[in-house]
Structure formats: structure tokens, C-alpha cells
């Protein structure tokens, strides 16, 4: 089931103790000799290893209870070991690694929903940090690291980017994804994702977006163009429908891009497609709603009435398609319809709508991308 509406919390990019934090945390895993130095202990810590093999075992309160006794010292001390290719056996070391990306990532994600630091956290650093060091091994031809890991990987930014979206914070996910398409440039979900992260900027009339490194350092404030970023949705989503004709979301998402600039079209011909393709009747309901307001731009009430009536058959509760039909009705004179239908929609107790996981992005796709992600390490 799509998740309806952000639950997580918005929130700041922490406060300057946590940024000082992260920075030590990068400062030293960069240091020369940190991955290939041989002369260091690279044993991990017992508390730690239960941690993991907690985590394993699918029980995350166990495993996140562990990693709290560890300060931050010990995190950028572990992350360090974890990068060395002796800390495991060879045939071990990626398990070992995509483990510990996932715990750190779930840890990452309890201590934001608390309100805690979300770029600059430690346990988030510490596993993109990971993440890089899975890719570069991937690309070096690392024994036992291959597709299956370099999957992982864009798996793990995908994820992200839906944790990211879901806070609004799309200046932040911009750095993931932009750092996401160098490893995997003509990936079709990536391209959707960056294109998803430009539609909620045009949907803005006016407004500033704080812009964050992937590393969780603060670059810049800057003013949103509505303009600029629709044609640039556009552009991904038309790169991501060229990718993979098939995928629901681009067609879906483009479509609605178009009717926005008016190629209306293009526009009707891209939502019959993503009708055809729609997984489930929520997402099918959206792509009738957006039909029928390309059909009724276009001036054609009645057939934007009969589409808006399909999209309530499949989800009678639907508020925004209804809205969209009492509009029409107004539009060819049914006042007293129009009004009757805005009536019984303000009292309907049920208030969701697949519009509202619509417009935020990729944080839609949260729920489902965690339980997948976990099936790496959760066998």
C-alpha cells in the first residue's frame, strides 16, 4: 500500500556540534592509509557485532539499542575498519558491508524522526561513506563485489531520496542524486527520482531552497524558478521514459508535466500510456484525474466529466478528482451539481487521496523501498 502522506518530521540540518561531528567523521576516513594501511586493528568491536547480527535476525530494537552505547568516536573508528578489506574474509566482507550500510541507515533514520540531526548525522555519513567504498571496489573488480552490490547501492540512494523528499528538504536530495547518476548515469528510476525532485520545486510559486552537499555541509540558499524547473522535470522525465518505456511513473509524471506547459497533446497520449501501465487503481485514479484535466483545457467538459467519474469509480472517496468534476459542471453551467458535489466532499469523513503521495515526491515509495532493501541482508 503507497503511503498517502508525509509522516516525517521537517527539520533543520543540525546544529553546529553535530556539523563539527561529521566533519572529524570525513576528515578522517579521507586520511591517507585509512583503507589500505595494514598496521591498525581491524577488528570490530563485540557490542558492534552483536549489533549487526541483531540486525540480521530482523530484530532493528535490539541492534539500534547496541549501537547507542557507541560515541561518535567509535562510529568514524568502525567506519574506518569496515572500509579495510581485511576486516572480514574475503567472501564475507560484502555482506559485511551491506549490513552495516542498512543498520547505520536505520539508525540514521530512528534518531531523525526523534528530531535528531538529519544531513550531518554520524550514522548517515558513515553509511554513504560506505556506500562509495562498496562502488569503488565494484568498479575495481573486487572478488564477490559485483552487480549485486553496485544494485544495492542505487537501491540505497533511491531510498534516500524518498527519505529526503518525505522532509521536503529538496535542496539535500539534489547532492544525492546528482552524486547517484555519476555512478549510474542512465539509470531510468534515478532520472525519475531527479525529475520528481524538480516537479516539487515547480509546483512552488515563490520560495528558497536551502542547498546541502552530500557530505551534510550547508553550500547555499537559493531563490526557485518555477520556470527553469519545470523544463528541467521535463527533461528527466523524458529521459526516463526513453530509458524504460514501461515505467508507470515517468508516463504518469510526464504527462502531467506537459499539460502544465500546455503540450497538451503529448501530454493526453503519455497519460494513456500510464493508464494502461498503472500497477493499481490508486495510481490508475491519477492518471484519469490528470486526463481529464487535459480534456477539459482543451474544453471538452463532457469528456473530462466521463473520465473524472472513472477515476471515482475506482476510488469513490477520491477529494481532488471530485473537486476537478464539480469544476467541470460549473464550467458548463450545472451550478446546483457543482455545488452538490463540493458539499458532500467537505463532509466525507475519509480525507486521503493518492494525490497527496502524488505531490511529495518520492517519499511514496518509502515504505516499500526499506522492506526491500532489507531483503540484502535479512535472509
Known amino acids: 500500500m503507497i503511503p498517502l502522506r508525509p509522516s516525517l518530521p521537517g527539520g533543520s540540518f543540525g546544529a553546529t556540534g553535530c556539523r563539527c561531528a561529521a566533519a572529524v567523521l570525513a576528515i578522517a576516513l579521507a586520511a591517507p592509509g585509512a583503507v589500505a594501511g595494514q598496521d591498525a586493528d581491524s577488528r570490530l ?40 578489506p581485511d576486516v572480514a574474509g574475503a567472501s564475507s566482507w560484502p555482506r559485511l558491508l551491506t549490513a552495516a550500510i542498512l543498520l547505520h541507515t536505520e539508525a540514521f533514520l530512528i534518531r531523525s524522526e526523534a528530531g535528531g540531526p538529519a544531513a550531518s548525522d554520524a550514522f548517515l555519513l558513515s553509511a554513504r561513506l560506505l556506500v562509495r567504498r562498496l562502488l569503488q571496489l565494484a568498479e575495481d573488480g ?25 522532509r521536503s528538504e ?17 539509470d531510468p528510476y534515478l532520472t ?29 540558499q537559493g531563490s526557485v524558478d518555477a520556470e527553469d524547473e519545470l523544463r528541467d522535470a521535463t527533461r528527466c522525465m523524458e529521459q526516463a521514459v526513453a ?34 501501465l498503472a500497477p493499481q487503481d490508486e495510481l490508475k485514479y491519477l492518471a484519469l484525474l490528470f486526463s481529464g484535466m487535459v480534456e477539459a483545457a482543451r474544453g471538452s467538459y463532457e469528456q473530462a466529466d466521463g473520465l473524472y467519474t472513472d477515476a471515482l469509480r475506482l476510488l469513490p472517496t477520491g477529494q481532488t478528482v ?23 466532499t467537505l463532509l466525507q469523513t475519509k480525507k486521503d487521496d493518492p494525490w497527496w503521495g502524488y505531490m511529495s515526491g518520492e517519499f511514496w515509495h518509502l515504505e516499500h523501498r526499506l522492506e526491500w532493501i532489507r531483503k540484502y541482508v535479512q535472509q
Not at 535542496?171 to 549510474?184: C, D, N, P, V
Not at 530509458?243 to 504527462?255: I, V, Y
Request: proline share 2%; aromatic share 8%; glycine share 8%.
Open 45 to 84: 568491536p563485540a557490542d558492534y557485532l552483536t549489533a549487526l547480527a541483531s540486525y540480521r535476525a530482523g530484530d532493528l530494537a535490539a541492534a539500534f539499542g547496541k549501537l547507542q552505547e557507541l560515541g561518535g568516536s567509535e562510529v568514524t573508528e568502525i567506519t574506518r575498519r569496515l572500509m579495510r
Open 142 to 166: 573486487q572478488p564477490g563485489i559485483g552487480e549485486r552490490e553496485r544494485t544495492f547501492a542505487r537501491d540505497w540512494y533511491l531510498l534516500l531520496v524518498a527519505v529526503q523528499h518525505g
Open 170 to 186: 529538496v535542496g539535500w536530495s539534489r547532492a544525492y542524486l546528482e552524486e547517484a547518476l555519476k555512478s549510474f548515469p542512465k
Open 192 to 220: 525519475l527520482a531527479l525529475g520528481s525532485n524538480h516537479e516539487m520545486l515547480s509546483d512552488l510559486s515563490a520560495g528558497y531552497v536551502n542547498y546541502v552537499d552530500a557530505s551534510g555541509r550547508y553550500l547555499r
Open 243 to 276: 530509458l524504460a518505456p514501461r515505467l508507470f511513473e515517468a508516463r504518469l509524471r510526464l504527462g502531467r508535466l506537459l499539460y502544465r506547459r500546455g503540450e497538451l497533446d503529448r501530454a493526453a497520449t503519455e497519460l494513456e500510456a500510464a493508464r494502461r
Open 322 to 344: 471530485a473537486i476537478a468534476k464539480a469544476e467541470t459542471a460549473y464550467l458548463r453551467g450545472r451550478v446546483s451539481e457543482a455545488a452538490a458535489t463540493v458539499q458532500a
